[in-house]
């Protein structure tokens, strides 16, 4: 059975960092396009970054483009969001999702699987 599963979140200052994590598990990642979703309180989810199967093509939320990077070690079966320049409006639950359609995740921002998510919070 798919099973991701994300860590790294928690609190940081502005302008602070943090690395999350998206371990998974069941099946073969380096067949998947996963990506990197966010929902804050009373918004509706977007979609933060997304990476091809083998890491060749990434995406980015213009919110985000400078800031966060995507990237993935097939070997350890796990994706990563590094964040970088946090501010205030990145708070919100990030969650993981995995898709054998990289158009699906990158273009449709959509997937057919999903993590729990980690709660990301960024405040003095």
């Known amino acids: 059975q798919l099973q991701l599963v994300e860590s790294g979140g928690g609190l940081v200052q502005p302008g602070g960092s943090l690395r999350l994590s998206c371990a998974a598990s069941?099946?073969?990642?380096?067949?998947?396009?996963m990506g990197w979703f966010r929902q804050a309180p009373g918004k509706e989810r977007e979609g933060v970054s997304c990476i091809s199967e083998s890491g060749g093509i990434t995406k980015y939320a213009d919110s985000v483009k400078g800031r966060f990077t995507i990237s993935r070690d097939n070997e350890k079966n796990t994706v990563y969001l590094q964040m970088n320049s946090l501010k205030p409006e990145d708070t919100a639950i990030y969650f993981c999702?995995?898709?054998?359609?990289?158009?699906?995740?990158?273009?449709?921002?959509?997937?057919?699987?999903w993590g729990q998510g980690t709660q990301v919070t960024v405040s003095s």
């Open positions: 069941g099946f073969t990642l380096d067949r998947y396009a």
């Open positions: 999702a995995a898709d054998s359609s990289v158009f699906r995740i990158c273009v449709s921002r959509s997937a057919g699987s």
